[in-house]
């Protein structure tokens, strides 16, 4: 860039500047809000600690993101001050990765070598959704509800008969419990 006309340079910082905005416009304004909410959780965690929040004179920045997590899940760094679930805290934690990503810097979180999440930020999470209570299961409608529909649209109309086959399409499309 250094030996690039300064049009060609003028050019370029234009279309990086709408590149940035167009790499904020690829998620909504409701996760844009709880990722920058989630930073904020993340500054006030290193300013307690004395840490620099980019971790800049950090060897190993794993054990300082396995604390935040731990943290966050416990509720103890969580907004409401209540325990999280894992998939709320991995999700806090994946925020602050993806603001060092998207300035150029290196992802934390993330191996150097295989670019992968370090193992032990994947073993601590999969404790914590081990821990969580399980999603209650949905209970099914009964198919005898859907017989009983069956049986009456059988004499009646088409028309009857065309919303018995909908209410069947239905529920095989979006009723199903799994």
């Not at 731990?70 to 509720?75: E, I, K, L, M, Y």
């Not at 109309?157 to 979006?174: K, M, S, V």
Request: with cysteine.
């Amino acid at each position: 860039m250094a030996t690039a006309s300064p049009a060609a340079r003028a050019e370029f910082r234009s279309d990086l500047a709408f590149a940035s905005v167009e790499v904020q416009q690829g998620v909504t304004d409701k996760r844009r809000v709880s990722q920058t909410a989630h930073w904020g959780i993340w500054t006030k965690f290193c300013e307690e600690l004395e840490l620099d929040p980019w971790l800049w004179d950090c060897i190993d920045p794993v054990p300082i993101l396995q604390v935040f997590m731990r943290r966050v899940h416990d509720g103890r760094l969580a907004p409401s001050g209540q325990p999280v679930s894992a998939r709320h805290a991995g999700d806090v934690l994946r925020a602050v990765g993806q603001t060092f990503a998207s300035l150029g810097s290196h992802d934390p979180r993330k191996d150097r070598q295989t670019g992968r999440l370090d193992f032990r930020l994947y073993r601590q999470e999969r404790t914590y959704k081990a821990q969580d209570r399980p999603t209650p299961k949905k209970r099914p409608i009964p198919r005898e509800v859907l017989h009983q529909a069956a049986r009456m649209a059988r004499h009646k109309p088409e028309r009857e008969q065309a919303i018995n086959d909908l209410i069947w399409i239905g529920f095989y499309f979006l009723l199903r419990p799994s």
